[in-house]
Every structure is written in structure tokens, then in C-alpha cells.
């Protein structure tokens, strides 16, 4: 079992619509909780993080975490064509303090 | 620019010959993480820094990796005997590691392509 998975994708959305990404991990040790945009041959831009259960929200962005379940989620509301991008979650928590990755979500944003 | 700096971009090597990248963290971080990345998969973690001490090296890392991070500030990631496997994205990202781990910014990352 991989530490971190994600739907690999590829996921299309409408233009406005919301863009649901998922991500579950094994380690329920882990504390932290990232979301990484990564637009091709650039590196990874972080985007929200999250560490109690429940929702954050940041304009478009809302990161949501059920530690119970393992599992964390982000929501892009009114998707943009700029949104196309992969989607990396990362993982860290103590005793295991490397940040882990997954392989990503690629998201396309349909006009 | 106060953000994670890497150095060189992109590198073309010659199979077997040394590289070097250096990798500048944000000045009032003291975590120091090196990831690889190829097309398609998530960053791959190679090693990462506490200050001046390299606290986890990745298993899969073969002895011709090397990272050093002398006086706690900017650090190198030399491959000895490059091979063409290792062509990849080189990603290096820094935090502040206190109570908790803040969350951790990437450099631009150095491309190399073995050849």
C-alpha cells in the first residue's frame, strides 16, 4: 500500500463548476496536511494546508480532512481554465517527518 | 527574492561525469528537504536537513548521492558517476520546523538530463 494516494486522474471539469481531489494516506501518525499546484515543468506551488479535522477555507480553495478515515480533500469552487494543473498532497507528521508525497491529480478545466 | 533558490536551472551531463546542484532555503528556515522528481509521479524524497545535520537519508538513494548543508544555511546535492536514470527534476524546499512542521516551499528545481 502507497503512503499517500491519489486518483491519478485525469479529471475534467466545466468552467465554473466545482473540482473535487482526493487523497488518503496509511501513516495515522500524520499531522500535517498539503495541497501542491504543479503547472508542467514547474515546481510544486503550495496552496492550503491543513491540520485539525474538519474544513479550511481560502477564496476558491477549500481543504477538507477526516482523520478518522485517513482521508483529505480539496475543493476548487468556480474552476478557472488557469486551475488546469496536477494537484500533489503531502503528508508529514512526527516520527515520520519527511513530507510525502503523492503522484498527483492532473486536473483539466473544460472552457 | 526571499524564496528558495536553486542553482544551476537545467544541467546536460555526459553519463559518468559529476554533478553538483546547490540549493538556497529561506533564510529563517532550519529544515532542508532534496526530492527527485520524473514525469508522471509525485516528488520522490531523497534526504532532508535539520540545521547542519542530514537527520533521514532515503533507502532507495544509492551511495553516488551525496548532501551536505555545512553551516546550516544553503545546501549542495552532488551525484557522482551520473547515469541515465538519474535524469529527473531535482526539487529542494526548506521549513521551519518547531513544535510542528510548517509548511514547506519549493525552489524553481534543476533539470538534468544524463546523456
Known amino acids: 500500500q502507497k503512503e499517500v494516494e491519489q486518483n491519478s486522474g485525469p479529471l475534467s471539469v466545466p468552467e465554473g463548476a466545482i473540482a473535487s481531489l482526493n487523497c488518503t494516506y496509511s501513516d495515522r501518525g500524520s499531522q500535517s496536511f498539503f495541497w501542491y499546484r504543479q503547472y508542467s515543468g514547474k515546481s510544486p506551488e503550495l496552496i492550503m494546508f491543513i491540520y485539525s479535522n474538519g474544513d479550511k477555507e481560502d477564496g476558491r480553495f477549500t481543504a477538507q480532512l477526516n482523520k478518522a478515515s485517513q482521508y483529505v480533500s480539496l475543493l476548487i469552487r468556480d474552476s478557472q481554465p488557469s486551475d488546469s494543473a496536477t494537484y500533489l498532497c503531502?503528508?508529514?507528521?512526527?516520527?515520520?517527518?519527511?513530507?510525502?508525497f503523492g503522484t498527483g491529480t492532473r486536473l483539466t478545466i473544460i472552457p | 527574492d526571499t524564496g528558495v533558490s536553486q542553482d544551476p536551472r537545467h544541467k546536460i551531463t555526459k553519463r559518468g561525469q559529476n554533478v553538483t546542484f546547490r540549493c538556497d532555503p529561506i533564510?529563517?528556515?532550519?529544515?532542508l528537504y532534496w526530492y527527485r522528481q520524473t514525469l508522471g509521479q509525485g516528488p520522490e524524497f531523497l534526504t532532508y536537513?535539520?540545521?547542519?545535520?542530514?537527520?533521514?537519508k532515503s533507502r532507495l538513494l544509492s551511495d553516488r548521492f551525496s548532501a551536505e548543508r555545512p553551516k546550516g544555511s544553503f545546501s549542495t546535492l552532488e551525484i557522482q558517476r551520473t547515469e541515465q536514470g538519474d535524469s529527473a527534476m531535482y526539487l529542494c524546499?526548506?521549513?521551519?520546523?518547531?513544535?510542528?512542521?510548517?509548511?514547506?516551499?519549493f525552489g524553481q528545481g534543476t533539470r538534468l538530463t544524463v546523456v
Open positions: 536537513f535539520q540545521n547542519e545535520a542530514q537527520l533521514e
Open positions: 503531502a503528508v508529514w507528521g512526527f516520527g515520520n517527518e519527511k513530507l510525502t
Open positions: 524546499a526548506s521549513s521551519w520546523r518547531d513544535i510542528m512542521n510548517t509548511e514547506a516551499f
Open positions: 533564510s529563517e528556515h532550519n529544515r
